[in-house]
C-alpha cells in the first residue's frame, strides 16, 4: 500500500506519455496509480513523489495564470536518489540534455555542512528537477569553503 507524503507537488504537463518517459523511463520513477482518462498519473521513487496531469484547456484545472514554458520558472524539485550515475546513463541513452552536469556541492546547515552529488535536468515541460545523492555530513569550518 503507498503511503501518500503530506507534502506532493502536482505538476501540469502538455503530454502525459511523453512525461512518463522522462519521468519513469529516465529518472526511474514507478507509476504508484493512474487515471489514463483523466490524464493524470502518481509517481513514487522510493517515497519521493509526484504527479503528472496533462494540461486540458477545456476542464477545470486549478490555473493561477497562462502556461508558457518553461513550466514551473522559480522552482526546483529536489529529489533524493541512492546514485545519479545509473540516471545520467539512461539520460545520455536517451540523449537527454542536462540543465546543470553533476557535481559535488555543500551547503552550511547552522553548524555543519551538508554534501550531495546533484544533477539538473528540466522535464519535457521546463521543470527544474534536482537529483542529489547524500555525501553525508561534516562540521561546519569557514576552511571547508572553495575560494
Known sequence: MLTRNKLVPELL???????????????GFD???????????????NGAQVMLEQFDPRSNQWLTGSLS?????????QIDVG?????????????YPLFQA??????RADRLEIGQRELLVQDPDGYLVRLIEPLGERIYSPSNQVI
Open 31 to 45: 507509476v504508484a496509480y493512474e487515471r489514463l482518462e483523466d490524464g493524470f498519473a502518481y509517481l513514487d521513487l
Open 13 to 27: 504537463v502538455t503530454d502525459l506519455t511523453r512525461s512518463l518517459n522522462f519521468w519513469v523511463g529516465s529518472l
Open 102 to 107: 553533476s557535481k559535488d556541492t555543500w551547503y
Open 69 to 77: 514554458p518553461p513550466f514551473g520558472r522559480g522552482i526546483n524539485l
Open 83 to 95: 546514485a545519479v550515475s545509473p540516471i545520467i546513463k539512461r539520460l545520455e541513452a536517451a540523449s
